[in-house]
């Protein structure tokens, strides 16, 4: 009988994946050997093993205390009679990383799908929280298709600055705005600095970490409730110690992820996604898991979910409040419950129990209002994204209207273009920029394709002469991304991608750009044949990787609508 036949009967502990010689009996004999070096038991290394992919680094301090978390979900594996086996995949610390996060998201996906594979596991857990940790960690475990259950870190504590409450990373961009625009000297924007970011955890505000926590929450591939839990509080562990109990069940029960992430679980995510007024990061990190299912996440029906859906949580970037207090009011669970009649409730998760019956036992739980709000009375009637199509974006863009102007949602304005995020960072401060309060920025190669990976560089900084004169918001458009934490007026993920030759390459200062948020539509108000010959007479110049890890990303990375993933991990590649 073969490992692969073998697999399907239920766990086989050490026995899976034999290594190959040739001669299968030996291989068991010789990998029990080795084994027996490690100071288990015999009877405990004949347990069915659960691994634990640890993404602890000096380099994220997201991830600081993984350690702990580790330690937990080992002692409730043994706890329902497991074998853990903790081992390292890739750690993607946001803010350390060149050019951007986002390259190396699928190479942790890579990793994370390959070690689970190789490596003997009857079902996995995955522990992250960063940005882009969790769907890598998730894209790989999809695609495995072994058991698998997420255990995300958890936000940071906010803190404080005289009296101010503080949370990464939204007050630091209030921050360092008043700083631009000369309202704050060195010495205060030095204090905040240092009072940002004060406990371990993600960051402290609806950004993408929580965002994603959020909606793998809604997916069903992560403990009902474990989503909000602080990083330092206590829960944290005994959520990590529930964690490793509920990977024994699924292992011994064989509920694997295309049992969880379907069609319909993908569409709960992205309803709570837009109920929350999450990250526009999540769209694309979504679409790149929905993407290794089999699910494909059309924008259009992106906009059908968020016409229906009322944006219900109060938190910044949007709001006054912070993860600590959304778990006070009662956490991801709150919003589902008040989300039920938009939801599909038949969808099982990990806890073993579909979305419904989970749902149902939480039934009369607190909530606090001034966080979680009811969908008779939302903060706002549509949900917190939308995509926008035009001769300008094909392919889709994406506008956080939950954290824009609305009085810059139908409008017109001259173009006043950036060719580079070098050439942003040159003109950005300069006093003679020609840039109105009503003008368009516009970034350009700064997307998937370009040499800078689409950073989260799409929240343009407000021009200096402007900032100083009081301007708060204006129209911004790129191919880049935006992170969770920011706010604005911002057109995103324009596709195709300038280094791909898309049309957001044809644009020239002084050009007209129409925006509808109505219409849900952005137009370059020039005419087809002369956005073809400026394309034709300017073909993009991005360099390319000649080897490695790069030459990959270059050659199989996809657009944004199709979750920047590589196309042959795709279950249906383009």
Known sequence: ???????????????????????RDFARYLRLSFANSTGRSKELLSKPVIGIAST???????????????????????????????????SLGEAFLHPTSLVYRNLAAMDTEEMIRAQPMDAVVLIGGCDKSVPAALMGAISANVPAIQLVTGPMMTGRWRTERLGACTDCRRFWARFR?????????????????????????MGTASTMASIVEALGMMLPGTAAIPAVHADRLRAAEATGKAAMRLALDR??????????????????????????NAIIHLTAMAGRA????????????????????????????????????GGVGAILRELK?????????????????????????????????????????????????????????????????????????????????????????????????????????????????????????IPTKLGRAGVKDLVRISDARMSGTAYGTIVLHVSPDSASGGP???????????????????????????????????????????????????????????????????????
């Open 255 to 280: 509920i694997t992820p295309d049992k969880i992430v379907t069609q319909k679980s993908v569409e709960n995510a992205l309803t709570t996604l837009l109920a929350i007024g999450g990250s526009t």
């Open 56 to 90: 602890f680094s000096d380099f994220n301090n997201c991830h600081r205390l993984v350690p702990e978390l580790v330690a937990a979900v080992k002692a409730g594996v043994l706890q329902a009679g497991g074998l853990p086996m903790e081992f390292p995949t890739i």
């Open 294 to 329: 089999g699910v494909d996440i059309d924008l259009n029906r992106l906009n059908e979910i968020s016409d229906r859906t009322p944006v219900l949580v109060d938190l910044k970037p949007t709001g006054p409040y912070y993860m600590e207090d959304l778990y006070a009011a």
């Open 1 to 23: 009988m073969s490992d692969e036949t073998s697999s399907n009967l239920g766990p086989q502990g050490l026995n899976k994946g034999l290594t190959n010689y040739g001669d």
């Open 504 to 574: 957001l390459a044809a644009v020239r200062n002084g050009d007209r750009i129409r925006l509808s948020v109505k219409n849900k539509t952005i137009e370059l108000l020039v005419d087809d044949a002369e956005i073809a010959r400026r394309l034709a007479a300017d073909p993009p110049q991005a360099p390319k990787p000649t080897r490695g890890y790069g030459l990959l990303y270059e050659r199989e990375v996809l657009q944004a609508e199709h979750g920047c993933d590589f196309n042959f991990l795709r279950a249906k590649p383009l």
């Open 341 to 461: 009649p938009l939801l599909h409730l038949d969808c099982m998760t990990v806890s073993g129990q579909t979305l419904g019956e989970r749902l149902a036992e939480d039934d009369g739980a607190f909530v606090d209002r001034a966080v979680v709000k009811t969908r008779e009375a939302p903060l706002q009637p549509q949900g917190g994204l939308v995509a926008l199509f035009g001769n300008l974006a094909p392919g889709g863009a994406i506008l956080k209207r939950a954290a824009a102007d609305p009085k810059l949602f139908e409008t017109e304005g001259r173009a006043v273009v950036f060719t580079s995020l070098e050439d942003l960072a040159n003109r950005i401060d300069d006093p003679d920029l020609d840039i109105n309060a009503d003008d368009f920025m516009v970034l350009q190669n700064a997307g998937p394709k370009s040499a800078s990976g689409m950073p989260e560089a799409g929240y343009l900084p």
């Open 181 to 205: 625009a000369g309202e704050i000297d060195r010495k205060t924007i030095d204090e905040v600095e240092g009072n940002l970011a004060t406990t371990a955890g993600t960051c402290a505000v």
